[in-house]
């Protein structure tokens, strides 16, 4: 256990010297109950204790506006992930943690499709917002759960 630790701190400190003024996103994407929010409590406790600034975002479906059972749930959803994302990718210097992101929403757009959520037409055009050139600067630290 020592050992893993040492080499936490170890990164953490390689990271804080080579965010070069740029955010560093790390974006949990896992099944429901997983242990995603478990995860991100861990990373701020030890970010904190690290003296590493940081940001948490919320993850969205805790505060989307629009009803889940809306054909305009996901189009939201994919919306306001970008708009975040586009906001943390420049930043300041600080390491910004999602519980669920743009990764994350992918693959709930082709179950909208599956289901008859969504139409074929609308879930491409949503796709069609990963081919954007941000992607190309979207490289997040990307923590996968499986249940």
Not at 95 to 100: G, H, Q
Request: positive net charge; charged residues 30%; hydrophobic residues 35%.
């Amino acid at each position: 256990m020592l050992e893993k630790m040492e080499k936490i701190e170890k990164n953490l400190q390689y990271i804080s010297e080579n965010m070069n003024g740029k955010n560093i996103i790390i974006e949990l994407i896992g099944s429901p109950k997983s242990g995603k929010t478990t995860c991100v409590q861990a990373l701020k406790t030890t970010l904190e204790k690290a003296g590493i600034n940081f940001e948490i975002r919320r993850e969205t479906a805790e505060y989307n506006p629009v009803n889940k059972t809306s054909k305009d749930y996901n189009t939201w959803m994919v919306m306001e992930l970008f708009k975040n994302t586009i906001e943390d990718i420049e930043g300041n210097g600080e390491i910004v943690i999602y519980d669920r992101g743009i990764l994350d929403r992918k693959f709930w757009l082709e179950q909208a499709k599956i289901n008859g959520k969504m139409t074929p037409k609308d879930v491409d055009i949503l796709n069609s917002l990963y081919n954007l050139d941000l992607n190309k600067k979207y490289k997040p630290v990307v923590v996968a759960f499986k249940t």
